[in-house]
């Protein structure tokens, strides 16, 4: 009765309810909280202005002025894409009427991500382009990797199309298959590499992990 009596005390708008808890959503979900501004005064009070914390809209429902003892709705959306973890968001309401002052409509809970969009999967994307002998690439290779023709190289890097801000490696056991990696520079692939070693030194080091293909 105490807090409620100095909570009245300096502010004539009372948030309902203070906080909005909307648990644990999937990062992207858009939240929707309602709030309810109540007029504690015995004074018209008179919306002067509401102002989302980044990601959050509003929408206020009809007219800015509350009469003493009445209450108004305020609808506030929050975009949770790009969020993650405990997320806690801000709306500052100001208003005039019994000496004015301001306000928060907070909203709080949990962002979770265990989806990627393409878009997302595209930026942690890798492309593995053996330039082996096709025999050998039968025989064995690295899990999704994609053989190319030597002698087709670029016309088949065009058919693929893969996105030119992609991570592409080579893999190949020659020296001189280099040559390829230039090719890639100047097909655009910037963030393109050669498997240090190639395939045998895959092999050597990480043994059968990610290897697939023909067992003879």
């Not at 202005?49 to 007219?63: D, H, K, N």
């Not at 670029?154 to 490696?169: A, C, D, E, F, G």
């Amino acid at each position: 009765m105490i807090v409620h009596f100095l909570i009245l005390l300096f502010f004539s708008l009372i948030p309902i309810p203070e906080w909005f808890n909307f648990g644990r959503v999937e990062e992207g979900e858009l939240v929707s909280a309602k709030f309810w501004l109540k007029n504690e005064s015995k004074d018209t009070v008179r919306i002067l202005s509401i102002r989302p914390s980044c990601g959050c809209t509003y929408a206020l429902q009809a007219s800015n002025l509350v009469n003493p003892g009445d209450s108004i709705a305020v609808d506030v959306q929050f975009n949770t894409k790009g969020y993650s973890g405990d997320v806690v968001q801000f709306v500052k309401v100001k208003y005039d009427g019994n000496g004015g002052g301001e306000i928060y409509l907070k909203l709080k809970g949990e962002v979770v991500k265990s989806t990627l969009s393409p878009d997302e999967l595209m930026r942690y994307m890798i492309v593995l382009i053996d330039v082996r002998d096709k025999v050998q690439f039968e025989k064995e290779h690295l899990v999704g990797s994609v053989w190319v023709d030597k002698g087709k190289f670029t016309s088949s890097i065009k058919n693929l199309k893969i996105p030119k801000n992609t991570l592409v490696v080579l893999v190949t056991d020659r020296e001189d298959d280099r040559r390829f990696l230039d090719s890639l520079k100047n097909l655009g692939y910037s963030n393109s590499y050669i498997l240090r070693g190639g395939f045998s030194n895959w092999k050597n080091i990480m043994k059968e992990t990610l290897v697939e293909g023909r067992k003879d």
